[in-house]
């Protein structure tokens, strides 16, 4: 029982990081990127406003560096809960 | 040694390369021929699967829609690499932990039902197919131009080669082979990208020359794109103009498609462990996102020297300083060769309507009327012609009235006379207009092919796969025989290549356009039951068979209803145009609506339907924890 309660706990956790991890992979890419955008445009990058470059670059960057994130405190996670392999 | 010879002398050594790495590792047991005994590491796993996702779409066809749309497109450089976000949270390291070979095996044994396994396929060879078509597209358009055939001619030798690798390698000789491509393809792409960036911007780094400053003139190099397209009466470049709806919900289908693209899972199949399939997710989008990062650039600086060229001031940042390119250049000139190459193909055309020996390129508003004209012209009938050439010349003087600016009304300009510019022959003609050295165009030529008969070839093993292993061997003859099933496998493959070769002579869009319908598809189908599979313990299989069923066949009639059925042009129930859609919603981006319809029927139908037995709901708690996870098993 106490096994199940451990990876219901280890589930529990593991979603609450997935859940902050979306919330910014939404917003730099469809808010930032893209509904957001006016509210950027004072901000001028290179000939452009802000908004264009999280649209183009900036949300393919924040991409690499959430995944490698969630690898690092899942590895963690996973140790913490005796679930590694 | 002349152009010609050069491309071909290095588009067959590096197929030398890739056949030779598929043939020296063979497959020998089915094991192999699908996953590749798992023994490959996620760096290497993560380069192999860039170079399965990066397609001649992405290579291709994708800087051209960008460099013709400008900041609209950027749904494609989102679009494609936050797929890879969610498939690290939320799906590699399950379907990894759950530990068999296919996509369809997963459904069918979560979903505890033949049935679903079965439409499972169905989705899968319905994805997978459609994207096979639009890398022939792509292999058309590079076998063509280099070889200087016709644009089918070029289509039977591509896939001629990718039958030969495919067929032979197996997944394991196709994981070293896509690594050598990853490579080629690298390459290929961001040489150009270098020298070009140091031409425009004096910074050899493309996607930081992007906002840096123009050295001919001085200004922010966007702004001066900016202010160089809307000379030409073309909407300003890095600004906003379609729908913010349609731009979101087609960024939406282009990343939950990435997670649900059967050849794509298939490789976190292949890693050692869990946490392995985690970080070759990482790994991907890091090797992903080094031509992603440069493919906005590329995009906007071809359109910058595609326009320069027809517009020679616009080197200096004034457009109309210097008249537009001579007609005599054009056919003569040593500079403008690649676009008498590109003419053979008809890829590109032009014609002096006005006959002042200029070619004028610029946007006349007019297409619609053009097109009214010449039907006009055809019907043969006078009083019509009168009419249509009447609204084509009042269309025109409105344009004219219009551009800031341009000497068009003393110049006496009769409409576009740059009269065909396919999107994508950007990247692959973008050396040329560069004037960068034959080499470099030769290197090009090879990382185009090598984009897209990698992607090619991995979706033909996601194809027999799917066919011999879950249809023939999971379904149908249980008993066949581990050569028998192989058979089967390599004749699935043939038989895929040959019908997306015969849709991809008549493709539905650009490439990659044909292959974000294949997104939109993966999205509605496979993203949604997968997902369900691992995050609810409640559906089962009643309610993720309707939503397979409702998701896709929503999506697909969407398509054929805009596209034609089966892609067949002159079929289609609707216009395929903006004002047309069903609350402006492209066909491409009907994916993500037919992912919702797919969630709501299946949670819908779990909702009255039974709980799933006991066995199953011990398989989702099992996923969900690393600890565990052997080698695959393959029964």
């Known amino acids: 029982m106490s096994d199940r309660q451990s990876s219901n706990a280890y589930w529990q956790a593991n979603l609450r990081i997935i859940y902050i991890c979306l919330a910014i992979w939404a917003l730099v890419s469809y808010g930032f990127g893209i509904i957001l955008r006016p509210l950027l445009s004072g901000i001028s990058v290179g000939g452009t406003d802000l908004g264009f470059w999280f649209a183009q670059q900036g949300s393919i960057l924040c991409f690499i560096a959430l995944i490698f994130f969630y690898t690092w405190r899942m590895n963690r996670l996973d140790a913490e809960h005796g679930v590694d392999e | 040694m002349s152009q010609f010879t050069l491309n071909l002398l290095v588009i067959t050594a590096s197929f030398a390369l890739y056949i030779g790495i598929a043939i020296y590792c063979r497959a020998k047991s089915t094991a192999e021929f699908y996953a590749a005994n798992r023994g490959v590491g996620p760096v290497m796993n993560g380069m192999a699967t860039a170079a399965d996702w990066m397609s001649a779409a992405s ?153 840096g400053t123009h050295e001919g003139s001085g200004v922010a190099f966007l702004a001066q794109l900016d202010g160089l397209v809307t000379d030409l009466g073309f909407r300003a470049y890095t600004e906003h103009h379609n729908s913010t709806l349609d731009m979101v919900l087609f960024t939406m289908a282009l990343m939950i498609g990435t997670a649900g693209l059967p050849h794509v899972i298939i490789r976190f199949f292949t890693v050692p462990k869990v946490s392995d399939a985690r970080k070759s997710a990482g790994w991907a989008l890091v090797f992903i996102a080094l031509l992603y990062t440069v493919a906005p650039a590329v995009g906007s600086m071809a359109r910058f020297n595609l326009t320069a060229t027809m517009w020679p001031g616009a080197e200096q940042g004034e457009t109309f300083s210097q008249p537009a390119v001579s007609l005599a250049d054009i056919e003569t000139s040593e500079d403008l060769a690649w676009m008498r190459n590109w003419q053979t193909t008809g890829l590109l055309n032009w014609e002096d309507k006005n006959g002042d020996g200029l070619i004028q390129y610029y946007n006349d508003g007019a297409a619609a009327q053009a097109t009214a004209l010449a039907a006009a012209r055809t019907s043969g009938d006078q009083a019509a012609i009168d009419t249509a050439q009447a609204a084509y010349d009042a269309r025109l003087a409105e344009t004219h009235a219009a551009l800031p600016g341009a000497p068009a009304v003393e110049q006496n300009w009769a409409g576009n006379e740059l009269t065909t510019v396919n999107n994508d022959i950007m990247v692959l003609a973008n050396p040329e207009i560069a004037n960068l050295p034959g080499w470099v165009i030769a290197i090009v030529a090879a990382g185009g092919l090598a984009a897209a008969l990698s992607t090619a070839a991995g979706l033909l093993l996601a194809i027999s796969g799917a066919v011999s292993h879950d249809l023939i061997k999971g379904t149908l003859r249980p008993n066949i025989s581990e050569k028998g099933e192989l058979m089967a496998a390599r004749v699935s493959m043939a038989a895929s290549i040959l019908v997306a070769t015969l849709l991809g002579l008549n493709p539905p869009g650009f490439a990659a356009q044909t292959v974000a319908l294949a997104f939109g598809l993966a999205a509605s189908s496979i993203f949604p039951v997968l997902m369900m599979g691992i995050f609810s313990k409640r559906v089962g299989k009643e309610g993720a068979i309707a939503g397979m069923i409702a998701g896709m066949l929503s999506t697909i009639l969407y398509i054929f209803a805009y596209k034609g059925w089966f892609f067949v042009a002159g079929t289609n129930m609707f216009p395929d145009t903006p004002d047309a859609w069903l609350f402006g919603i492209s066909p491409a981006s009907f994916g993500t609506i037919g992912a919702v319809i797919n969630f709501a029927v299946a949670f819908g139908v779990s909702a009255v339907s039974q709980r799933p037995p006991a066995h199953v709901q011990e398989l989702v708690e099992s996923i969900r924890v690393p600890r565990g996870a052997g080698g695959a098993v393959a029964h």
């Open chain 2, 59 to 211: 290579f291709i066809s994708m800087a051209g829609l960008i460099a013709f749309t400008g900041y609209d497109n950027s749904t494609y450089l989102m679009g494609w690499t936050g797929g890879y976000v969610l498939l690290a949270l939320l799906l590699a390291p399950y379907l990894r932990k759950f530990g068999k070979f296919t996509v369809p095996e997963f459904i069918g044994d979560r979903f505890y039902s033949p049935t679903a396994r079965i439409i499972g396929v169905i989705c899968l060879l319905i994805v997978s197919i459609t994207y096979v078509i639009g890398q022939m597209t792509g292999v058309g358009v590079t076998f063509s131009r280099y070889l200087e055939v016709s644009n089918a001619t070029g289509l039977w030798i591509g896939a001629g080669l990718v039958f030969c690798y495919a067929v032979l390698g197996g997944m394991k000789g196709i994981t070293y082979t896509q690594v050598a491509q990853y490579v080629v393809l690298i390459i290929a792409y961001t040489i150009p990208a270098v020298f070009i960036s140091l031409q425009l911007t004096g910074n050899f780094l493309p996607p930081l020359g992007l906002f």
